[in-house]
């Protein structure tokens, strides 16, 4: 089986497994009790925050854990919202093509009176950053892009943003959760305000996450209880999970180097290999791209028979996101960058991992054009478009 499904959710390596399972025997105190098993998961907790903090150029009181990137992005956005409302800003930007996690958030908030300005991602799947100026206005309380795009991989200018949103005096959120551990991050560098990641796109466990907020940023709670997390989030801390997370991101870190000059290799010739078949498009920019990350439309075929015949030859595949598949509606990401509907249903993503090897590429490419070409031979569309019935767009 070839596992191409990387952005959806990673598999757990084992230095993350070790941590987890012994600190599950080991560390199963609560950090808020006051004898000894408890100060020892305590000390595991802070000096996970620690670690991760380092990572992405933080204090440790600034990274505070939650239950996932979604949590995180939540969190973030609410909280900006709330300082706005109270400060009579709402007025929110963002963009197009952001995950669920942030535009369901959004759109929560527009019914609660915010006005959203969601900025055009152009068809290289990027966005400009004097678009970002032009849109910021003085009723602006946020502004909230993610730093690499979950379906086209695209990294976005995160750094030239955040100087606008700082010389504006906006608060500026990025939800990282497909950067950290993949490309360098470092929020002091790129001013960032708040950052949302998540372990289980890493090598980490699922259902742990954490939020970045900068000194000074006055976060809300959405979930109340006890005083864990500075008060910003309350329930007792996954310990095991976190301290598993930390371990994911310092070994995710450590190889990033070799793991980026290995996939980067794998992405093109995939990429290169993919271009032979006619009428496909490669989407979202080849340059300013996740080193993982291969997203095509094919014209003339659907993304879900695609992607189940891929699997009949064992490999794992998305046609988007995990959270759009099984939906009939194109991925709103590639209807953000241009793609029209006929189009951006023949998607196919192939999140590829650090340990892909040639051979692996070299028979997903052979799969891909086989199962495209035996496709189109019955479909309706492509008939059409061979007749001169319709006309092709790719
Ligand atoms: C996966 C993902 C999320 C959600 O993270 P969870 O930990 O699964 O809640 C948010 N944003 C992006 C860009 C993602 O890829």
Same mark, same amino acid.
């Given at each position: 089986?070839? !596992?191409?499904?990387?952005?959806?959710? *990673?598999?757990?390596?084992?230095?993350?497994?070790?941590?987890?399972?012994?600190?599950?025997?080991?560390?199963?105190?609560?950090?808020?009790?006051? !004898?000894?098993?408890?100060?020892?998961?305590?000390?595991?907790?802070?000096?996970?925050?620690?670690?991760?903090?380092?990572?992405?150029?933080?204090?440790?009181?600034?990274? !505070?854990?939650?239950?996932?990137?979604?949590?995180?992005?939540?969190?973030?956005?609410?909280?900006?919202?709330?300082?706005?409302?109270?400060?009579?800003?709402?007025?929110?930007?963002?963009?197009?093509?952001?995950?669920?996690?942030?535009?369901? *958030?959004?759109?929560?908030?527009? =019914?609660?009176?915010?006005?959203?300005?969601?900025?055009?991602?152009?068809?290289?799947?990027?966005?400009?950053?004097?678009?970002?100026?032009?849109?910021?206005?003085?009723?602006?309380?946020?502004?909230?892009?993610?730093?690499?795009?979950?379906?086209?991989?695209?990294?976005?200018?995160?750094?030239?943003?955040?100087?606008?949103?700082?010389?504006?005096?906006?608060?500026?959120?990025? &939800?990282?959760?497909?950067?950290?551990?993949?490309?360098?991050?470092?929020?002091?560098? &790129?001013?960032?305000?708040?950052?949302?990641?998540?372990?289980?796109?890493?090598?980490?466990?699922?259902?742990?996450?954490?939020?970045?907020? =900068?000194?000074?940023?006055?976060?809300?709670?959405?979930?109340?209880?006890?005083?864990?997390?500075?008060?910003?989030?309350?329930?007792?801390?996954?310990?095991?999970?976190?301290?598993?997370?930390?371990?994911?991101?310092?070994?995710?870190?450590?190889?990033?180097?070799?793991?980026?000059?290995?996939?980067?290799?794998?992405? &093109?010739?995939?990429?290169?290999?993919?271009?032979?078949?006619?009428?496909?498009?490669?989407?979202?920019?080849?340059?300013?791209?996740?080193?993982?990350?291969?997203?095509?439309?094919?014209?003339?075929?659907?993304?879900?028979?695609?992607?189940?015949?891929? &699997?009949?030859?064992?490999?794992?595949?998305?046609?988007?996101?995990?959270?759009?598949?099984?939906?009939?509606?194109?991925?709103?990401?590639?209807?953000?960058?241009?793609?029209?509907?006929?189009?951006?249903?023949?998607?196919?993503?192939?999140?590829?991992?650090?340990?892909?090897?040639?051979?692996?590429?070299?028979?997903?490419?052979?799969?891909?054009?086989?199962?495209?070409? !035996?496709?189109?031979?019955?479909?309706?569309?492509?008939?059409?478009?061979?007749?001169?019935?319709?006309?092709?767009?790719?």
């Amino acid at each position: 089986m070839i !596992y191409a499904d990387n952005a959806a959710t *990673t598999r757990m390596s084992e230095a993350a497994i070790n941590t987890m399972t012994e600190l599950m025997k080991e560390g199963w105190g609560n950090p808020s009790s006051l !004898y000894v098993h408890g100060q020892k998961a305590k000390e595991i907790l802070e000096k996970a925050r620690e670690e991760i903090a380092e990572i992405i150029s933080a204090a440790p009181r600034e990274i !505070y854990f939650t239950s996932g990137g979604s949590e995180a992005d939540n969190q973030a956005i609410l909280s900006a919202a709330a300082l706005g409302r109270k400060n009579g800003k709402m007025h929110i930007v963002s963009s197009a093509f952001e995950h669920h996690a942030v535009l369901h *958030t959004l759109s929560k908030l527009e =019914k609660e009176g915010f006005e959203i300005t969601l900025l055009n991602v152009h068809e290289d799947g990027l966005i400009v950053p004097e678009e970002a100026a032009e849109a910021i206005r003085d009723d602006t309380c946020l502004v909230t892009v993610m730093y690499a795009n979950n379906e086209i991989g695209t990294i976005q200018p995160i750094r030239k943003i955040g100087a606008v949103c700082r010389e504006k005096g906006v608060l500026f959120h990025v &939800d990282a959760v497909q950067a950290v551990g993949h490309i360098p991050v470092n929020v002091a560098e &790129d001013n960032i305000d708040m950052l949302s990641a998540s372990a289980h796109k890493f090598h980490g466990p699922k259902g742990v996450g954490f939020l970045y907020a =900068k000194k000074g940023v006055r976060l809300s709670n959405l979930i109340e209880g006890g005083a864990q997390e500075r008060g910003k989030r309350a329930g007792t801390e996954n310990v095991p999970g976190i301290a598993s997370m930390a371990t994911a991101l310092k070994e995710a870190v450590s190889k990033m180097q070799e793991n980026t000059e290995h996939q980067t290799v794998m992405r &093109d010739r995939l990429i290169a290999g993919l271009q032979r078949i006619p009428h496909c498009a490669l989407n979202g920019d080849a340059v300013h791209r996740l080193p993982g990350n291969v997203n095509f439309c094919f014209e003339g075929i659907e993304g879900e028979s695609l992607l189940l015949l891929l &699997d009949d030859r064992g490999i794992c595949a998305s046609s988007g996101s995990a959270c759009t598949s099984g939906s009939l509606d194109p991925s709103h990401v590639l209807l953000a960058i241009g793609r029209v509907h006929d189009v951006a249903h023949g998607s196919l993503r192939l999140s590829i991992g650090e340990e892909i090897s040639e051979k692996e590429v070299d028979y997903m490419i052979q799969s891909v054009t086989e199962v495209v070409g !035996y496709l189109r031979g019955f479909s309706p569309i492509w008939r059409d478009l061979m007749a001169g019935k319709k006309e092709f767009i790719l």
